[in-house]
């Protein structure tokens, strides 16, 4: 009777071990699953937040008020260096868009720095018609997209920390173009409307075309 009693006392603390391995098994794979599924969501998500950027940039580049519109809130803006806010909402940044157009304003992403469902962060360069008429490089700017359902909710940018601005250099070119539009009574208005754009399309037109003179 005894051994009867030890050996079904086995058998139950055998049973009882085997169903929780089992348990615990399930419980492991059930675990697993929902991290696999979590970082397949999580993947899904930084995905869709680069094609946003992505399209938000190819929509700033063919100057798609519209499209933009529907891309922002109503508070949107801009800033450099999280300090200087240069685009104060929504309607500032859409009425910029007949000045970009006028300038033949460029964006193109270089490289994608970090990226998830709240933020992208990427270097940029961004060129128009004064790089082309004052031969200028592009700008390269390091920017953060901030996004919320779905939308680029805000933007920061600023220099990389690589980037060299020879602002003495562009000092003299910007002053020999103003210089040489003040001589000749061409008008230069540097806010950023399409009735300015085209002011200054035209100034810089003229600076360059004029005849230059020979370099010695």
Do not use: H
């Not at 940039?57 to 260096?81: C, G, H, I, W």
């Not at 240069?86 to 868009?97: G, M, P, R, T």
């Not at 490289?111 to 990427?122: E, F, L, P, T």
């Not at 000749?184 to 005849?211: C, F, H, M, Q």
Request: proline letters at 3%; charged letters at 30%; glycine letters at 2%.
């Amino acid at each position: 009777m005894k051994l009867y009693v030890m050996n079904f006392r086995y058998i139950f603390l055998s049973l009882m071990a085997a169903i929780c391995v089992i348990s615990c098994a399930d419980n492991n794979k059930k675990e697993n699953n929902a991290t696999t599924t979590e970082q397949s969501k999580n993947t899904e998500n930084t995905a869709e937040s680069v094609v946003l950027v992505q399209s938000f940039v190819d929509a700033r580049n063919s100057y798609n008020k519209e499209k933009l519109a529907a891309m922002t809130p109503k508070n949107y803006q801009e800033s450099f260096d999280n300090k200087v806010v240069e685009v104060k909402s929504q309607d500032d940044f859409l009425a910029q868009i007949g000045w970009a157009k006028v300038m033949d304003s460029k964006t193109t992403i270089e490289k994608v720095i970090s990226k998830n469902d709240a933020a992208v962060v990427v270097i940029e360069t961004n060129s128009n018609y004064i790089n082309t008429a004052l031969e200028l490089k592009p700008r390269k700017f390091k920017t953060k997209y901030y996004l919320k359902d779905g939308k680029i909710v805000r933007q920061s940018f600023g220099y990389p920390p690589n980037e060299k601005i020879d602002v003495k250099a562009n000092n003299v070119i910007y002053g020999n173009f103003e210089r040489y539009c003040k001589v000749r009574n061409i008008p230069v208005s540097w806010e950023p409307t399409k009735e300015d754009g085209e002011i200054l399309r035209k100034a810089l037109e003229a600076y360059a075309n004029r005849e230059r003179e020979p370099k010695q």
